[in-house]
């Protein structure tokens, strides 16, 4: 639950900052919203999840 909370705050963080510096309109930013609640809603949701997941098990292993 956390690691979705914190990767729904991380893109929302970024979709702020594309709209402001990069031009992204809110139209773009909602149709992407859009889309991503339909994609949760298919087949290919749990493999999306599962490679999320392998990514941020891959990203909080490193050590800088």
């Given at each position: 639950?956390?690691l979705?909370?914190?990767?729904v705050?991380f893109l929302g963080?970024?979709?702020t900052?594309l709209s402001?510096?990069?031009?992204?309109?809110l139209?773009?930013?909602?149709?992407?919203?859009?889309?991503?609640?339909y994609?949760?809603?298919?087949a290919?949701?749990?493999?999306?999840?599962a490679g999320s997941?392998s990514?941020?098990g891959?990203?909080?292993?490193?050590?800088f």
């Amino acid at each position: 639950m956390i690691l979705s909370f914190s990767g729904v705050v991380f893109l929302g963080v970024i979709v702020t900052l594309l709209s402001r510096k990069c031009g992204l309109k809110l139209a773009h930013a909602m149709v992407c919203a859009l889309f991503g609640f339909y994609l949760a809603s298919t087949a290919i949701a749990p493999s999306i999840h599962a490679g999320s997941q392998s990514l941020a098990g891959l990203l909080g292993g490193l050590k800088f």
